[in-house]
Nanobody
Framework: QVQLVESGGGLVQAGGSLRLTCAASGRTFSSYTMGWFRQAPGKEREFVGAISWSGGATYYADSVKGRFTISRDNAKNTVYLQMNSLKPEDTAVYYC?????????????????WGQGTQVTVSS
């Protein structure tokens, strides 16, 4: 089992950048595929991106491709979401999630472990 804690959210102007961090507990962090999701008020939880256990493969939603980058440091049990060129429509609570297995899944139902989320607000 793994426990996840996100940090790094905040208020930023459109065009700005933020880096979110997800810290994981447990000695088997490198066994997990990690995903980032977001949920805006009144909307369903939305896939942002995922990274393989080794960090060698990533997969992004079209809405963030070219602006967001996921990376991980298995030695620090940490995964990052670098967000650049932020837009007001990126405003949401951002969650990291973990799953065992190698697939870069975009369905939140395939991730059994979740953090509590961190708020990102982008002003116009």
């Amino acid at each position: 089992q793994v426990q996840l804690v996100e940090s790094g959210g905040g208020l930023v102007q459109a065009g700005g950048s933020l880096r979110l961090t997800c810290a994981a507990s447990g000695r088997t962090f490198s066994s997990y595929t990690m995903g980032w999701f977001r949920q805006a008020p009144g909307k369903e939880r939305e896939f942002v991106g995922a990274i393989s256990w080794s960090g060698g493969a990533t997969y992004y939603a079209d809405s963030v491709k070219g602006r967001f980058t996921i990376s991980r440091d298995n030695a620090k049990n940490t995964v990052y979401l670098q967000m650049n060129s932020l837009k007001p429509e990126d405003t949401a609570v951002y969650y990291c999630a973990a799953r065992l297995g190698s697939g870069l899944e975009d369905n939140p139902n395939n991730y059994p472990y979740w953090g509590q989320g961190t708020q990102v607000t982008v002003s116009s």
